[in-house]
């Protein structure tokens, strides 16, 4: 067995490698990164029979997103009491990252609506990871991995003001970006397989699907989706790209786009996974009616909490700006709560 | 039965039967008793493109319509629709198998005949000639993405060669003394193959337009459907008036059709000139 010693300084870039990141086996973990065709197959291979299309399974899903929070509550209410019904002005737009904020006791939906987002620069690596990963998805290589992170980046106007942060950093702290990205980027290039045309895969890839007479929107935008669509069997898988370390709500965030996308496709993706390109790991989980289920029910809870501080039972819809901001809002007045969360931001 | 082939049986059923003609000149002449009439406030040298965007617009967030308009850069959203389609016509032409293995190729051809010619056949060319490898790979995968979803939707096979992926938009300028003109713009033109009497084709069949979306489908949809149809029926008084429209909304995987009737073209005609209203409305409060 080779035996690398995980703490060492990188040699090719010039920082401390932090933790188990490396593409060689450690001895303490026996554990090595899957790479190519064993990383396909064990995307690929859940060892589960592949869900079939299911309409009722869709109805008890929407069933329990739309009614969980009981009689009285505000889904499907618009401001006033009244019900919002189809094609609501303003629909409340829940994404993963607001779902994650509502549940999160300790979270202060207020926080961001300051006048600029803090920036880090492991937010910074992880919005030039997904443009990298994108690129490699797309073209199968990649050349100078910052500089071509950021031409990127500077396409999407949705990152204008990580573009000129990033312009803005000291030398030291540009060199530990540039450093990361390039250690993360060659890992990447090194370990993910090449995927066969036919599966279709796309990039990017947006998802809605409206609740509660459309005064609900659930909605992602998933970093990697393979497999025909629209098929009666489970035939698709999405993979979302993390720089960053591994997060219990990273599953929770997977567990969402697998119910949006079952939401509004004949049959549930048969898994989905996280990449995470500081490590090399990869977390799979088969899509189960269970998994679909918990995913729900977390769902209308989010739900629920975010319309519990309007407080009478009322939902006045986000507003989504053009910078890819959501602005979950309460009905107005004093003492409201507001939360605002960028849906656009980098996979850290 | 996939939901590709279910919409596809869609999209080829039989159609109803035809708007009358002399329906179809009535709300020609409400259009023109009305616009003129409506625009003749506006300053001197402004016009109104109405298209589809600027109805749900002026229906959903009319406070936007006194914003001025940025000014038009290149970005990938915008090269993705034409870029898109022209892959999917490569597929569906057999040259390639998939959209994502046919926007490069596309793209490169664009930008050569481009650089032989000056010739622009979808006006992105120079933009894209000049950009670094890395954010061509970000338009090329934007185009991807957007074809694939389109792709995936329909089940190609039963369709002849007369399909027309894209193409010019249909316009009609309405007579007055602004400026007006009706745009519409749909991602598919579907031929409807029907026996004439004789048993000959009919050498001017009735179609299905086939409309994509962002988003879900909201409140108003089967007008919105019904512009296209309309400014189709406009745009040339000699050719039939489409049969259905189909809106395609692939980030939900919905699709809605509407067949197109007397009572569809003249809610889009009412559609069209409360649009028109809201946006003298915002220019005339814009103006200082």
Redesign the interface.
């Known amino acids: 067995m080779v035996v690398i010693d995980v703490g060492r300084e990188d040699p090719r870039l010039g920082m401390a490698d932090r933790g188990p990141a490396r593409s060689a086996p450690s001895i303490a973990t026996g554990w090595t990164p899957l790479a190519r065709d064993a990383l396909l197959d064990r995307l690929r291979v859940t060892g589960r029979p592949r869900p079939l299309a299911d309409p009722e399974r869709v109805a008890r899903l929407r069933d329990i997103v739309e009614h969980r929070p009981g009689p009285g509550s505000v889904v499907g209410r618009g401001s006033g009491g009244q019900p919002s019904?189809?094609?609501?002005?303003t629909p409340l737009v829940v994404t993963k990252d607001l779902l994650t904020r509502a549940l999160d006791r300790d979270s202060d939906l207020g926080a961001g609506t300051g006048p600029a987002p803090s920036f880090t620069v492991p937010m910074a690596c992880g919005a030039l990871i997904d443009?990298l990963f994108?690129?490699l998805?797309?073209?199968g290589s990649?050349?100078d991995p910052m500089?071509?992170?950021l031409?990127?980046l500077?396409?999407?106007?949705r990152q204008g003001e990580l573009v000129t942060w990033i312009d803005n950093l000291s030398p030291t702290e540009r060199g530990a970006l540039t450093a990361e990205v390039d250690r993360q980027c060659l890992d990447l290039v090194a370990r993910w397989p090449r995927l066969d045309?036919?599966w279709?895969?796309?990039?990017?890839?947006?998802?809605?699907?409206?609740l509660a007479d459309?005064s609900i929107?659930l909605s992602g935008r998933v970093d990697l989706a393979i497999g025909?669509?629209?098929?009666?069997v489970a035939s698709v898988a999405i993979v979302e790209v993390k720089s960053g370390a591994r997060r219990a709500d990273h599953r929770s965030d997977l567990h969402f786009y697998a119910l949006v996308e079952t939401l509004?496709?004949?049959a549930p993706p048969f898994a989905v996974a996280t990449y995470y390109t500081r490590t090399g790991e990869l977390d799979v989980d088969p899509v189960s009616d269970e998994l679909l289920a918990s995913a729900a029910r977390r769902t209308a809870a989010g739900i629920g909490a975010l319309c519990r501080p309007t407080g009478e039972g009322q939902v006045s819809g986000p507003a989504t700006s053009r910078a890819g901001k959501v602005v979950a809002a309460g009905a107005g007045g004093s003492g409201r709560r507001r939360a605002v969360v960028t849906t656009g931001g980098g996979g850290q | 039965m996939t939901r590709a082939q279910e919409l596809t049986a869609k999209l080829l059923a039989a159609p109803g039967p035809p708007v009358d003609p002399g329906d179809r000149q009535r709300l020609r002449q409400q259009l023109l008793g009305a616009v003129p009439a409506l625009v003749e406030k506006l300053p001197a040298g402004d016009q109104i493109v109405v298209t589809l965007p600027l109805l749900r617009r002026a229906d959903r967030d009319p406070e936007t319509l006194a914003a001025p308009e940025e000014p038009f850069s290149w970005k990938p959203a915008f090269v993705r629709r034409s870029l898109g389609l022209a892959a999917i016509e490569a597929c569906f032409q057999r040259r390639h198998s998939t959209p994502g293995e046919a926007v490069g190729p596309v793209a490169d051809d664009a930008v050569a005949e481009w650089g032989r010619t000056g010739w622009r056949t979808f006006h992105w060319e120079p933009w894209m000639a000049a950009l670094s490898p890395a954010a061509r790979s970000a338009v090329l995968a934007e185009a991807a993405t957007w074809a694939t979803a389109l792709w995936s939707s329909i089940d190609w096979q039963p369709f002849g060669s007369s399909i027309r992926l894209g193409g010019p938009d249909d316009q009609w300028t309405c007579p007055a003394a602004r400026t007006v003109r009706l745009k519409g713009r749909s991602e598919l033109r579907i031929p409807l193959q029907a026996a004439r009497g004789d048993g000959s084709p009919d050498p001017a069949p009735r179609t299905t337009l086939v409309s994509v979306a962002s988003g879900i489908p909201a409140n108003g949809w089967e007008t919105e459907l019904g512009f296209l149809a309309l400014v189709a029926s406009l745009r040339s008084p000699t050719r039939p008036v489409p049969a259905r429209v189909v809106g395609l909304w692939p980030e939900a995987g919905e699709h809605r059709s509407v067949d197109i009737t007397r009572g569809i073209l003249a809610a889009a005609v009412d559609r069209v000139i409360a649009g028109i209203a809201a946006v003298v409305e915002a220019h005339l409060s814009a103006v200082p």
């Open positions: 019904g189809p094609g609501s002005r443009g994108r690129q998805v797309t073209t990649i050349g500089a071509d992170g031409d990127a500077v396409l999407d106007d045309p036919s279709l895969p796309r990039t990017q890839v947006p998802m809605r699907v409206g459309g929107e025909r669509p629209g098929l009666n509004r496709s004949p």
